[in-house]
């Protein structure tokens, strides 16, 4: 509903960038508080599917949607074996899942998720910095 969007922009908007980093972690989570191999494999795609985006050249949004499916299938065995590096590299307790510690370890170090976290930082924002600017 429209108060927990509002109230998640604004607390999105007041945080530090760690903290916006541990929302990102809450993204992917579905709630169990650790990513696993597949949770891994998802941000890493989404990830993946941002930093390539490009204007639509008068794509409709299906074009754009089958596009995207197209490079994420394309893009999966890659993926896959990301994510298993990301895992035998941060996950220093060895039980296959990154903890939100081990996640901020791994976050701070990968400039596609710094870049995604200011850009999703920027959206979320930017209505918030245009309504303040006419104040």
């Not at 922009?9 to 760690?18: A, L, P």
């Not at 930093?51 to 065995?77: I, R, T, W």
């Amino acid at each position: 509903n429209f108060e927990q969007y509002a109230v998640g922009v604004y607390h999105f908007s007041q945080s530090t960038s760690v903290g916006r980093l541990q929302m990102v972690f809450s993204m992917f989570d579905h709630g169990s508080g650790y990513l696993n191999f597949q949770n891994l494999v998802d941000l890493i795609l989404i990830f993946m599917l941002s930093a390539d985006q490009v204007v639509s050249g008068g794509q409709s949004h299906d074009q754009l949607e089958a596009e995207a499916l197209e490079k994420m299938k394309s893009f999966l065995p890659i993926v896959e074996t990301m994510a298993e590096m990301i895992l035998s590299r941060f996950d220093g307790d060895g039980d296959g899942k990154l903890s939100p510690q081990e996640w901020a370890s791994y976050a701070q170090s990968e400039e596609k998720i710094i870049t995604f976290e200011q850009r999703l930082t920027a959206i979320v924002t930017q209505p918030l910095k245009k309504n303040n600017s006419r104040n």
